[in-house]
Structure formats: C-alpha cells, structure tokens
C-alpha cells in the first residue's frame, strides 16, 4: 500500500539524501574520454578506439556520430545502425538518426546492400528514407512502401524519377491527387507541378490554380474562380487564396475570406490549416478587430465530424487545442459572449491530455461559466483546475474558489536497492555517472533529461532524482518531475524545487522570484548554456551580465558565470529587482526578464496598461503577451513563485497567491 502525505516546508528535503554512496566511474575511462573529446574538438573524424569499457565506448560513439561530418566523409552505415538500435533514448538519438538515414538515402553515399541492411535494422522517419527502402524491397512489402512515400512532401527528384519508374503503374489516380495536394501545403510547388500529368481533368484544374496562387501568378485570380465546383469549398484552396491576397497587400480581402468559413470540413493538411488561421487571427486581435479574429479562429473546420481530437497526432492537438482556446477567449473577455465561449473551451479540453492543459481548459471553461451565471458549473470546473496547485491556472483557479493553493498530496515511496539499480545501471545513469565524474558537465546535463525521460514508474523517479542529490545534480531531480508530472506521478515533489547553493546568498526580499526564475531558467543546472547563449543558473546573457557587474562595482569575467554559483546569482538577482523596480510590477519585471524591458514597454503600449487594474486585467495582459515563449515563461516562473511560497512561508516577501504575483511590485 502506498500512504500519501502533504509536504511541509519542514519535510521539503534540501540536503543531500542519506542514501548508499555513488561508486566512482572507472578512472582510465575518464581520462579516455578526456582525450577522445579533445581530439574531436581539434577536429578529428576518427570513430573511437580502444576504450576501456564499454559505456565509455557509447559516449564517445555518441559525441562523434552527433558532430558535425565533415565534407566527404561518410561514416559506416553498419555502425551508426547498431549505436543507434543500442541507444534508443539516448541525447541527440533523433538528430543522428535523421543523419544516418540521409546518407542511407542517398545512392552516393551507400551502396543498395548497406542501405537495405540499415533500413531492416532502424525503420525509415523520412520521406527520402522511405522512397529509398521501397526501391531496395521487393513483392507486396516494396509497393506499400512506394505508395506511403508517394504521399509525403520532400523526395528528391531523383528518388521521386526512380520512384515513377519502378511503380508508376502501382500508383493510382487518388495516390497522385493526394500527393500533390500535400506538396503544395508544403508549398512545393515545382514538385507539384511534376505530378500534374497523373491528375484527372478536375484534380488538374484545382492543383494548376493552388499552384498559380502560392507563386503569385497573372492568372491565379481566374484559375481559382474557375475550378470545378466540387473544389470551390476546398480548405487548401482557401488556404493559397488567403496566402496570395495578403501577399498582394489585401490582407482585409484574406481575412475576411477565412472569417467566412466557406470550406468543406476537414483539411487534408489540417496543422498548417490552423497555423494560417491563428496567424490572422491573432493579427486582427491585436489590432482590435475581435470579430474578424474570432470568426477566423472558430470557423476553421479542421476537422472532419466524427473524428476524435485525442486521435490526432500532437502536433495537430496542439493547434487545434490553441485555435480553441483563442476563440474561447476572445468571445469571453473582447465579446463578453460567456455562453458561446465556454463551448470553445469544453472543445479545448477534448484535444489535450496532459494536466497542465486540462487545468487551462477548465480554470477557463470555470471563467466562461461564472460569466454566464452557471456557479455550480464555475465551481466544479475550478475545482478540477485547483487540484493541480503546482500549475499556473490551478492556483488561480484556487483563488476563484475562495482558499489559498494547496502543496500536492505526495506518495511515500522509498525506492529499492534493485529500482536504484535499474536507474543508476541503466546506460543513461553509468553515462551520466562517468561524464559528472570526469567534469563533463555541459555533456553531463543532456544525459539528465534524457535519463528523466526514460523512467516508467514512481519508483524508478524517485530513485533517479536522490541519485541527482547524491551525484550533486540537483536539476536531475527538476527534470525528473517535468517527465512524470504530466503522468500524474507526484513522488518526486519535495526533489523538484531545489534550493541555490548556501555559497550563493541571494538577498532576502529577491529569494523567492530568484529561486523561481532560476527553476524555470537553468533547472539549477549551474553549467547550463542556452543556443543563444545565456549562461549559468539565472541564465544571464554576457552583455546583460557585464552591465550589472559595472552596476555592483564586480569584475566581469564570462566563464565564472558557470564556475560561480554565487557571483552568477548575484547578477542575476540584482537584474531581476532592476527590473522589479523599473516596473513596479512583478509578472511584467519576469517577462523583461525574459524578452527585455523595451519589448515589455512596446507591450503596454499595445496592449494597454493593466497596473490598478483587477486581477482579471493582469491575466488578460500577460495573455497578450505576443512571444508566446514569453508568455509560457510568466505562467511558469509565476507558478513557481507560488510553489517556493508555500514551501518557504517565512520568507520575505512570500506570496502563496499568484494574483499577487501578477500585481505586486
């Protein structure tokens, strides 16, 4: 039986667990992956050699097969399947995978016994590596194969010739249509126009008018007016049409053509069917034309009746779930329609499935409901959405209901020594235990995500992030509960929301949005370094970091920001109240933080200004934060906030509401 307990602060473990002691990797391994490194990073293409272990193989197979390949170089198709067949969730395992099969792909680079060998061992995920399969196989097995690549944009010509060739008669009428349906929703258009031989009259005329229409032709115009009128309603179509009337600088044309809704249901390319309509919808929102945006949003028919969102691949989900929600919101807070609204948002929740949406959907459909006067039906939906009080929209939902966000109710799991066994023996533990043991700490934090990916149960979760306390990686711990928190594993709470080292004293009234800020930035992974290069705990970029240490009367040097901790919170802490007292508010000083203060100030003047205002004022704003990465940033640092609040509640300047968040300086 697994008992529950509510975390306390006291009970909120911030130290090293007692647990067994971590053996240390083999010496001579790391010391020959020190110099594999090295010899790579002068620019070898060698595949390693003689390794003293087998893991220590792994890794460096791994860091030469995810560099770089050199011009002319082409490594052995046969390895790359075997470390890829060996390694599956390992870091980058997708990006060499895509490399690999480009050379098995390519006739050039692989000869048609490696490449048929490497396809039976690691399946085709591309279009090309699919066309280049079916022309190695043979029987029934190759013409599946031929006609599911047919179907998918981006083959090249020459795999697209070899294709036609060898199975031209396989290919039907329908198999065509459909492809070059889907290689102008990709906007391929000169492919395209290579299949228009192999259409019917009617298929012709529509694809030479989508085709005139996405190249800006003369005759785009009269070539759509006139296609048969079985496709008049066609969403690609309207699609290319709406694509060439802004192109022309008719962008009221385009946005009342997709307002309309005069398209038949269900888009043969529904992801970037909805991607255009959010982009026009959210232009005509932002220049207050909230009718025109909700018509766009909620006419998009992108779906055919009957189909069931949870169905649809994720990337679909996710602009479906957005589109909704966009229309949702508009009619309730810019139309004040609450009745037609709450529709919009019930819709939400049938396309989402993790519990950080789901809370969105009905702290929303909660809103939607109490403005058309329906309180039971706010009540219980705020309910649903404040049972996951670790979430943005749950503690707001919390507050709706009258009480202050609850910590959650955690599982006392204590993990065998076999589940410490199964995590820490896995190839993704003795990695990361050989790379944390050799100072390979960039390499090392890929390996933490990858291994919190990896873990199926709450036992083997918790088992990972004590192993982060032991092998001092306490972002171990922080990625491990973003992995099991959408399956409704809360055993590793009380791991996930670390403390910044004791060397690095934060100043009292900045405590709680630095640890918030610093979750959200780096995980609290002290050598964390973004593609855009902000460094460190708090992230801080090398000119924003160098102005402050002016500011304090520090030196500024670029590589303490990660060997640091303290001179990087320092910074960073004193940036965030910067910009804390430039605001005079704490949910607009986090999304400078995030995108800068001019783009905040640029924001205000676009989207008025919500300080004085009600709470509701203060969400509707950061709801209107453009950059959606900015957006998800305030939700989470602000949820955070909370989270530390409730865990520190003696703290300075603690706030377990975010309401308080969104409007206190």
């Known amino acids: 039986m697994t008992l529950q307990y509510r975390l306390s602060a006291a009970a909120v473990v911030v130290a090293a667990i007692a647990a067994p002691a971590t053996a240390q990797s083999d010496p001579a391994s790391r010391a020959w992956l020190a110099q594999q490194f090295a010899s790579y990073r002068a620019g070898s293409s060698m595949a390693p050699q003689g390794a003293p272990s087998q893991i220590a193989n792994s890794i460096a197979t791994w860091e030469w097969l995810r560099r770089p390949v050199p011009a002319g170089v082409s490594y052995p198709l046969s390895l790359q399947s075997q470390w890829l067949a060996a390694h599956e969730g390992w870091p980058a395992h997708t990006t060499i995978r895509r490399r690999a099969e480009t050379q098995a792909a390519d006739q050039t680079k692989s000869s048609d016994a490696e490449a048929l060998a490497y396809f039976r061992a690691v399946p085709p995920i591309t279009s090309a590596g699919q066309a280049r399969y079916a022309l190695l196989l043979s029987g029934p097995e190759a013409v599946t194969q031929a006609r599911a690549a047919w179907a998918r944009p981006s083959i090249p010509q020459e795999l697209e010739t070899a294709l036609l060739t060898r199975f031209g008669s396989s290919f039907t009428r329908e198999d065509h249509a459909g492809r070059a349906d889907q290689l102008i929703w990709a906007g391929q258009t000169s492919a395209a126009a290579r299949v228009l031989p192999f259409l019917d009259d009617e298929a012709r005329a529509l694809a030479q008018a989508r085709i005139a229409l996405r190249t800006g032709a003369a005759d785009a115009e009269a070539r759509a007016a006139s296609v048969p009128a079985k496709y008049r309603r066609n969403a690609g179509l309207t699609h290319d049409r709406s694509i060439f009337l802004e192109r022309k600088g008719r962008l009221a044309e385009a946005e009342a053509l997709l307002a309309a809704g005069d398209t038949d249901a269900g888009a043969t390319a529904p992801e970037t069917w909805l991607e255009r309509r959010l982009t026009l919808g959210r232009t005509a929102m932002r220049r207050g034309d909230h009718q025109t945006a909700y018509r766009i949003l909620a006419n998009h028919k992108a779906i055919a009746p009957g189909v069931n969102p949870a169905t649809l691949p994720l990337s679909v989900r996710v602009d479906l779930s957005d589109t909704d929600w966009l229309a949702g919101w508009i009619e309730l807070r810019k139309l004040n329609r609450p009745e037609h609204a709450r529709e919009h948002f019930a819709r939400f929740n049938t396309a989402v499935t993790t519990p950080i949406s789901q809370t969105r959907g009905d702290y929303w459909l909660g809103r939607a409901e109490k403005a058309a006067g329906n309180q039971a039906g706010a009540t219980a939906a705020f309910e649903r959405a404040a049972r996951h009080s670790d979430y943005y929209y749950g503690q707001l939902a919390a507050e709706e209901l009258g009480r202050t966000p609850a910590l959650p109710m955690v599982p006392r799991i204590q993990p065998t020594a076999a589940d410490r066994q199964k995590v820490e023996g896995s190839s ?81 009234q900045d405590w709680i949005i630095s640890h918030a800020i610093a979750r959200q930035e780096s995980s609290f992974d002290r050598t964390a370094l973004s593609s855009a290069g902000a460094r460190g ?129």
């Open 428 to 508: 993704l533990g003795r990695a990361l235990q050989l790379l944390v043991d050799g100072g390979e700490a960039e390499r090392a934090s890929l390996f933490t995500r990858s291994l919190a990916d990896s873990l199926a149960t709450p036992t083997e979760a918790r088992a990972a992030a004590e192993y982060g306390q032991r092998i001092n990686r306490p972002d171990l711990g922080v990625w491990t509960w973003k992995a099991a928190r959408p399956r409704g594993d809360l055993a590793t709470f009380d791991l996930a929301y670390p403390r910044l080292p004791a060397s690095a004293p934060v100043p009292a």
């Open 537 to 665: 705990l708090m992230q801080l970029m090398p000119a924003t970091a160098q102005d402050v240490a002016n500011k304090l009367g520090l030196g500024y040097n670029a590589q303490r920001l990660f060997d640091d901790p303290a001179y990087n919170v320092t910074l960073g802490s004193y940036y965030i109240r910067l910009r804390r007292d430039n605001f005079s508010n704490a949910a607009m000083a986090i999304a400078a933080y995030n995108a800068g203060a001019g783009n905040v100030r640029k924001w205000l003047t676009m989207n008025g200004d919500p300080r004085g205002g009600t709470t509701n004022d203060l969400i509707d704003w950061v709801e209107m934060i453009p950059i959606t990465e900015t957006r998800n940033y305030v939700q989470r640092v602000t949820e955070n906030a909370v989270v530390y609040s409730m865990l520190e509640p003696t703290r300075q300047g603690a706030q377990p509401r975010a309401s308080q968040w969104l409007k206190n300086p």
